[in-house]
């Protein structure tokens, strides 16, 4: 996965949009969801990015793969840093983006959800 590859996957999902909001982080690019974060990455870069994970599963995900790790700025409790080192299928990597993405949704209010969906 490169960094093109990445951003127009996020930004094709429905009521995306994507920010450089951090003055002192001018390379960080936001992906959020009807205004809740989903994933980001520094584009500059792109050595890896963030997604957010099932807590109840987050560790098991860490021990088995090593390129994903606790975040250095977000929860670890909720969130991943997958490094970009070539161990993951970009397949896995797409497929832990829909998760991230499924999971912000579903915390969604009701009615931005149902919004995003009408």
């Known amino acids: 996965m490169n960094v093109e590859q990445y951003r127009e996957y996020c930004i094709a999902k429905k ?5 450089i909001p951090f003055s002192k982080l001018p390379d960080l690019l936001v992906l ?4 809740k974060m989903f994933t980001a990455a520094d584009i500059s870069e792109f050595e890896g ?7 109840d599963s ?11 790790q606790k975040p250095p ?6 969130w991943n840093m997958v490094l970009l080192d070539g161990s993951i299928p970009d397949n896995l990597l797409f497929e832990w983006l829909d998760i991230s993405y499924e999971l912000v949704v579903a915390k969604l209010p009701k009615k931005v959800r149902e919004e ?3």
């Open 15 to 19: 009521g995306v949009t994507e920010s």
């Open 32 to 35: 959020k969801v009807m205004g």
């Open 49 to 55: 990015f963030t997604v957010k994970y099932h807590p």
């Open 58 to 68: 987050i560790e098991e995900l860490r021990e088995k793969y090593p390129a994903v």
């Open 73 to 78: 700025y977000m929860s670890p409790k909720h």
């Open 116 to 118: 995003l969906q009408g």
